[in-house]
């Protein structure tokens, strides 16, 4: 009995070893996530994006603490997966969201941004966006507007 025991007791620690080793270890992953960043590394595995909407959009009066949320639309234009790498804001008040799962070649895809400023006056915010793309990785979208006093 004191031999199973010992037995169990082991094969416990060495499991729970094995998860805190992939915790700790950045580059553990699902495979897919795997594949993933190797097509971001790779070169031979990027493609093209296309913007089907402006990537400068005028949104003209906003409104002081109101949420707005702004979309660009994008395809997939190259003969390989497009893979959104990530996205971030200007700022703070801007939060971006990205396609979760890669876009296969003629599909399309959304970038999201909501917007909730305070404030008054012209607001120029951006949202940079990193994908597997040729000629450039990194790419600018941005939105504008103003928000008037309410004197």
């Known amino acids: 009995m004191k031999k199973i025991t010992i037995i169990l007791l082991s094969t416990a620690f060495l499991l729970s070893c094995r ?3 992939k915790q700790n270890n950045p ?10 960043k190797a097509a971001l590394e790779d070169t031979t595995k990027y493609t ?3 913007w089907i909407d402006s990537i400068d959009r005028q949104l003209g009066q906003l409104k002081s603490g109101k949420e707005v949320q702004i ?16 996205v971030s804001a200007s700022c703070g008040c801007t939060v971006p969201e ?7 070649p003629g599909e399309e895809g959304v970038i999201k941004a909501t917007f909730n400023g ?26 504008g ?3 008037p006093s309410t004197n």
């Open 19 to 21: 998860d805190i080793s």
């Open 27 to 36: 580059e553990a992953g699902t495979e897919a996530q795997l594949a993933e």
């Open 145 to 147: 507007g103003t928000i």
């Open 48 to 50: 093209q994006i296309q």
């Open 71 to 86: 979309t660009w639309r994008f395809k997939n234009v190259g003969d390989r997966p497009l893979i959104i790498e990530g």
């Open 118 to 143: 305070s404030g008054t006056g012209v607001i120029a915010k951006q949202v940079h966006v990193t994908a597997n793309t040729n000629p450039t990785k990194n790419h600018t979208l941005s939105f």
């Open 98 to 104: 990205k396609p979760e799962k890669p876009l296969l």
